[in-house]
């Protein structure tokens, strides 16, 4: 009986710790990078191309999951403006995420499922991988650099 009062301490410890143990734990700055990711869906769901604009620098390239080659803030831009006038972004959720920050520069890396309602009435769910490289200049987060794939755990990458 004693033995297995000894295991089951152990094991009520063992699943009082495993919160902590897996959780990731951010950072103010990685707190502070996310909260930007947060902003750049919330300006997505609203339609908000003004503010979106905001979230780019000036010399970002990027390669959205619908272009067939990497682009610039002029290109993505105009593609975020056709998106937004033919449909808008119903709901979002995160199914995954990380976020590191270097001195000036954070990258986020997570996946997303939306749901589009599109102007005719239909709805469109797609699920992405997403990467953003965040450069922070004075106050200021901007992306730099971005990419958005098809989310798909079974593909290869080489």
Known sequence: MHRISRRLVFVLLLLMAAPRIFAQEMTPAQKEVWQMEEVYWNDVKTSNAGHYATLWHASVVGWPRDRD??????????????????????????????????????????????????????????????????????????????????????????
């Open 69 to 158: 080659r990497p682009v610039g803030k002029k290109d993505l831009l105009e593609g975020a403006a056709k998106k937004m006038a033919a449909s808008s972004v119903a709901s979002y959720e995160f199914l995954s995420k990380a976020v590191t920050v270097v001195g000036n520069v954070g990258v986020t890396q997570y996946s997303v499922k939306a749901i589009r309602a599109v102007k005719d009435g239909t709805n469109e769910t797609y699920t992405s991988r997403v990467t953003h490289t965040w450069l922070r200049t004075g106050n200021t987060w901007e992306v730099i650099g971005g990419m958005s794939a098809p989310y798909d755990s079974s593909g290869h990458t080489w």
